[in-house]
């Protein structure tokens, strides 16, 4: 006889301790139950962090989620290059029908799983909208080398690099276990930089030691007469190089640390780690381009239970703006 489907919300905790769980986590920091773990200790609130397991002998499909206010809310912050569910996703409507609340959101979600999400939704009874949200730079290096690479970028990036490389003002270093001397450069040149204040200092501290001990951190920093000038934060996995913070003191651009220091970074992942792909998170800053070929759209889905009256005013705002986006896009140079 089949096992019954197995529906239930565990804390991340729980979650952490379920075998059928863990074989369910994908390739990159946003889908470890760790990271997520480390993620709400330090950013979020942890004792509302949720992940709702639905599980049979076939396998497992999760979804990690916060309680906000009577709401499901997406367990990330600024740090998410992306949230998505773990597993193969055949029983996404069985978790959605589970949800304990009337209204959700989800974000950012790559388009694949928004679609699947949404659809999850609607064969639950919710009402459901899936729109873009953000963009996202990656590389895909399809087997080429650095130098491969390198020819196809921007002349005036290229020349920069020559030019500022030959004069050896710039000293570079690539770490890939964690020190407290690298991370004291590393926190002096953010401190330094034109980068707001770091959401979450002892966060991304504690992320950089963890993914040192799992052989996951690059951490670069380049260094003007011995002083940390540039510092970049990456980590590899799955194939995937993910940038997640780069800053320079603006007091030694002239010497362009950053460009240099990128350039050392991309040929480390690319030559010696065999990255397929590498990714520069969500945003669209133009500096992105020089060094990157493609841009993803990420996803927001956002839901209502038909049912849920209280809720129908932010649902008649969404679906009206939704409406009207194109008409305002349209006519705003009048």
Sequence with gaps: MARALDVYHASLKEAQGDPRVIAAQGASPFERLDWLALLAAHCLDEAKARVTIAADEQGCTAMPWLEDHGQIATLANWYSFFVRFLGDGRHLSEIVRSLPHNRAMFAPLPEDDATALASAFR?????????????????????????????????????????KSRKGEVTLRLATQFSQADWDAYETVYKLSWKPGEGSPDFLRAWAEMEGKAGRLRLGIAEVDGQPVAAQFWTVEGGTAFIHKLAHDERFRKQSPGTLLSAAMFEHVIDCDRASLIDFGTGDDPYKRDWMEDVRIRWRVRAWRKNAIRHWPSLVRAIAARTLRPLVSRNRHG
């Design 123 to 163: 064969k639950a009874g919710w009402i459901a909208l899936a729109e873009p949200c953000d963009s996202n730079h990656v590389l895909a290096v399809n087997g080429r080398s650095f130098a491969q690479y390198w020819v196809d970028r921007p002349g005036a990036l290229r020349e920069t690099f020559r030019r």
